[in-house]
């Protein structure tokens, strides 16, 4: 069998990925999680966009009929991070600092999209890697992988971001893309 020109490419552009990640997480390990452990359920990846919102809703819909968990992974880097408290100018806080600002990013992004009372069903990961990684690798031993069809990068007019574009390549799993229903 041979390989087509789009899957080497594809392959690189995951391996450039890990690549990158790999030097980001050298001295982490221990600091910050680096995994998120699933072992069943509907993993659904989460950015902070309005389409991850609506990937996130309709996760959390399908997770209930079927009675699976449901787990919201978030992968993240110190530039994707948002501040945190301790921040100030001239002061870098420890790593750990910006994983917790993380944490109550993606907590403060499910409740808006769930509510307080099914936010309470839901288990929150947050993975000190590339996002492509982090899914994939919590996907393996998940029921389903959801992601929304764009996130927040790139260009608005592709019907694939590059996320779920690669994730739909590589999952270990079946994968549900989600498209948003906003025309903007």
């Known amino acids: 069998m041979t390989q087509q020109p789009a899957d080497r490419s594809g392959n690189a552009a995951l391996a450039a990925e890990r690549d990158e990640a790999a030097t980001e997480l050298a001295g982490v390990e221990g600091q910050v999680s680096t995994r998120a452990a699933v072992e069943g ?57 910006y994983e917790q600002a993380v944490q109550a990013d993606l907590e403060a ?42 996130g927040r990068g790139g260009f608005a007019g592709l019907l694939l971001g590059s996320v779920s574009d690669q994730v739909t390549r590589h999952a270990p799993c079946p994968v549900t893309v989600v498209r948003s229903q906003n025309k903007a």
């Open 109 to 150: 992004d499910v409740r808006a999209a769930l509510g307080a009372e099914r936010a309470g069903q839901v288990t929150c990961h947050v993975v000190h890697a590339a996002p492509v990684r982090s899914l994939i690798e919590a996907a393996q031993h998940a029921d389903l992988l959801v992601v929304g069809a764009r």
């Open 41 to 97: 359920g509907v993993v659904v990846g989460h950015d902070g966009s309005d389409c991850a919102q609506e990937a996130l809703q309709w996760a959390a819909t399908l997770a209930e009929r079927a009675s699976w968990p449901l787990h919201v992974v978030r992968g993240w880097r110190i530039a994707t991070a948002p501040q945190p408290p301790s921040w100030e100018l001239g002061y870098v806080p420890p790593i750990g600092e």
